[in-house]
């Protein structure tokens, strides 16, 4: 099993920025990718961001919506992964959900990643 902790949401006006960690523990084979979905209210889950976080196996994936401003990176040595989000718009409200899966191959289907943490609220104000 893997277990998934999300921390560093919060509230920012537009145009400002906030780091998302989570910590990620147990089966290190079910999670060699790593990524970051979000949920906006009223709305369906959607994709974010990936990182293979193990053997380097393709770049880090990311959704058209947030290219540009979003970066996702990883800390092997602290097993966190990170989603750095600079110039955030009102738009970018939602609740913020890491996930771990095997592969990224199926990357952005939301069904691909078995485990899921339990989010962190991001608030963004015009």
């Not at 994709?47 to 800390?75: C, E, H, M, W």
């Amino acid at each position: 099993q893997v277990q998934l902790v999300e921390s560093g949401g919060g509230s920012v006006q537009a145009g400002g920025s906030l780091r998302l960690s989570c910590a990620a523990s147990g089966n290190a084979y079910m999670r060699h990718c790593m990524g970051w979905f979000r949920q906006p209210p009223g709305k369906e889950r959607e994709a974010v961001a990936a990182i293979y976080t193990y053997n380097q196996r393709g770049p880090p994936l990311y959704a058209d919506s947030i290219k540009g401003r979003f970066t996702i990176s990883q800390d092997n040595a602290k097993s966190t992964v990170y989603l750095e989000m600079n110039n955030l718009q009102p738009e970018d409200t939602a609740m913020y959900y890491c996930a771990a899966a095997e592969y990224c191959l199926r990357w952005p289907d939301a069904r691909s990643f078995q485990s899921w943490g339990q989010g962190t609220q991001v608030t963004v104000s015009s």
